[in-house]
């Protein structure tokens, strides 16, 4: 299956993959919703326009013509596969309507170096988990000792927590540094400045479909009509901060100040062909989050550091999605499973993934060991504990195919000096 | 100052309150921005369509002609002033404007009874602090022993999560008990079922106005000028569901089935007159949560309860909320202190709002002291250690002024049984 449209080898964006975002015209300035294709964005609201989309779903919505993807999220599994084909389709060599019509074409698709990506939804409500047992071990080792490492509800349910939506920013959004609360001394009072502790969480998340009414629930057998696509996200942390504020009530400063998502959402039918097994559980779940065949997906991650002086990013980490103890169908299942209404373009992620060797770690905190193992970066760079000022993490994620990646693109962030 | 509308003895809403609500009109379906009134709404889309608000930043916008606050509660103090003043010499007995206009009062002056009230605003985040230290001190002692009661961070900072956004519902929202995993046994595997320890919590909550750019703060001496106005917020808890998830990221699904609001914003200007001091600290806060002056207002709060057998709601707690440790300003100055966007509507409530007194404490938790002091229900009620189906709750909230009440209404919901 080949598309006419220029697709540079080793591309995160084939035909097999067509990820949606939405995208600023440089011409008029319009927010529409696309899909990147090799180095281009096909703008899908152009093509709505002039009727390429004939699902009855679609006839009197405009769902393309938006600054968000919520709309089109709204509309469920059977359309969004119905878009995708259709897609699929126009974007063939052996397909003319779009292929031999210049005047659509110059229109329609666009240079993604020409294009301003944004925020692919409104987020209504934004939900972390900590899904990785290897990093849920770690951080409780460093936080509470090895005893008390992994407390004894993790294995029963995916822990989470409500995060900060208005927050979460597109990737290339510069993030500064934030200020708060520390206690670096437990015999004297908490003193109050920039973090000196200012970290990555490298972690994937979703955003979700149609969803669930207030007081319904969403079963784990029927979670997957509900997760529209995937993301990379980069929950930035505060360590200082978060250590000395979160008992009892959990994570807050130390996490609100910003969270990158990157600006292309893979939808999940370009990832089945990834779908692998999950980690063996420690025991059987409860009813409500037992399933049977594989939920986990072989997406390989990395995490990479620029520091000011450096003229390239140097990779610090690479783990996999398919570490997750808990799946993205369980994560949906017990969220709802208490009534809790999950709404079109809610955010739901995954915790830091972490691996289980060392250098597959999701955080800085793991890397090196709370600092007390820096990192060495290459040539005059020196090293790292943690984030300085100038520093620009770049995050990465793709499935391996035969012949092609699926990928997510970059998510992207620059650490300005404190206020 | 006396207004030509018909406020009967003892309502929550004369002149001097005048607060904000949406509410759906009976006639067309509309839904509009109204203020209280007596037991009238007053429509100010209709007012403003006949052109009676002059100030120039409501020239070109329409924000009562909306479903929501939010558009309004953008705009700014200096407009909430305006608006609040033109709002109230229209309703004065010496102004003729509104009094003389028969059509224009009979389409812009409409019963409260025959009103649905909505949703205040779109909430873009909710934020739940934990600032009355009675609570977290009675709380903590339940779940973590006298000594380890309060946190050594608590007086230190305003301790707070992110609650879930979604799921705030108006006033009079039937509540469905959640299901969910409870480990009664330490010793054996948790259980899944409907929550056996279903609760409310009594707290009051502010709306926010123009709010922050990300990366920027709002100093705690600047904080006003973005609290909008007041709620009554019922913070429905499910113990035993909160007790076995909550570590170490805080509470999620065991408060997250529903959050109810009153449907009336009081703004701040009407509590002004209620303005008094609040507890003496403990130690001087750090210089960015220092503030002078009195910041908490004289508001009474009460909790009733009605069961099935009941003719009539019966207060099971008097409080207040003078009680509180940390201010609403304090409280915005630390949620932006990092950086935090706050936009307009967010939501951010106190935190259960118990006095020093066993009949002050803001919760079943509290008032039955984790169920070992049942309270007894008059007539044939019976007792009570958590809510049951069918039971009501009832809050009210009035700052109680020389010859009137600026009062908030209701905030009520009914216990459905679990599905």
Known sequence: METFVNVPEGSHFPLQNLPYGV???????????????GDSV????VLHERGLFEHDALRDERPFDRPSLNAFMSLGRPVWQAVRERVTRLLRADEPALRNDEALRNHALLARDDVTMLLP???GDYTDFYSSKEHATNVGTMFRGEENALKPNWTWLPVGYHGRASSVVASGTDVRRPCGQQRPDDNAPPVFGPTKLLDFELEMGFFTGPGNALGESIAVEDAEEHIFGMVIVNDWSARDIQGWEYVPLGPFLGKSFATTVSPWVVPMAALEPFRTGGPEPDHEPLEYLKESGSHAFDIHLETAIQTEVM?????????????LYWSMEQQLAHHTVNGCNVRPGDLLASGTISGPTPDSYGSLLELTWRGAEPLDLPGDAGERTFLEDGDRVVMTAWAEGDDHRVGFGEATGRVLPAR
């Open 42 to 45: 096909l703008d899908l609201a």
């Open 121 to 123: 939804a409104e987020i």
């Open 311 to 323: 003229n390239a990013p140097h990779t610090v980490c690479r783990s996999n999605f398919r570490y």
């Open 23 to 37: 995208f600023e015209r440089p011409d008029d300035g319009e927010r529409h919703v696309g899909v990147a294709i």
